[in-house]
């Protein structure tokens, strides 16, 4: 009988070990996203940017990601954006004629969260020979739609902005 006992205690706590596993896993499950990096834009003139900081921005619509970004004016296409199954994600820092290197590090939602990740490098190439211009750094990149209620920026591990969702009425 003891044995008996034993093996059903055991199997009892394996059960609610699996079970406490996967509602763990349900509730924190964070989701990685795939990005693309749009290329042929750049940031419109009279669009605010933050100084010392970055400015996130979240499009959902091409109406308003039009305001901000326009085409270049290269001899090269800009990236199109099928705005019915993807959002575009901008990242603007202040004008500046040391221009860091930006790059994305990870995309994902976790909890209505969408978390984005970039690393800011500073440019080296450019100390012993300056720019006598000055340039807008920035990412811009899509992502599949996502029900969102928040935004997080982190850059080099540090969160710099928490963005809301603002609510068309």
């Not at 996130?56 to 109406?63: G, I, K, R, S, T």
């Amino acid at each position: 009988m003891p044995l008996f006992s034993s093996i059903k205690r055991h199997l009892r706590l394996s059960t609610l070990l699996f079970i406490s596993l996967i509602f763990s896993i349900v509730t924190f499950a964070q989701i990685n996203l795939t990005y693309r990096l749009l290329n042929g834009y750049f940031l419109s003139n009279d669009t605010p940017v933050n100084k010392g900081k970055p400015t996130l921005f979240v499009f959902e619509q091409a109406e308003t990601f039009g305001q901000v970004f326009k085409p270049g004016a290269t001899s090269k296409r800009p990236d199109v954006v099928n705005f019915a199954k993807e959002m575009v994600i901008g990242i603007a820092l202040s004008p500046t004629n040391k221009p860091p290197k930006l790059s994305v590090s990870k995309v994902f939602v976790q909890d209505s969260i969408l978390t984005i990740r970039y690393i800011r490098m500073a440019d080296t190439t450019l100390t012993h020979n300056p720019q006598s211009f000055t340039s807008q750094p920035m990412l811009l990149f899509s992502i599949p739609k996502q029900a969102i209620l928040k935004t997080k920026l982190v850059e080099n591990g540090k969160v710099v902005q928490l963005l809301k969702k603002h609510e068309e009425e």
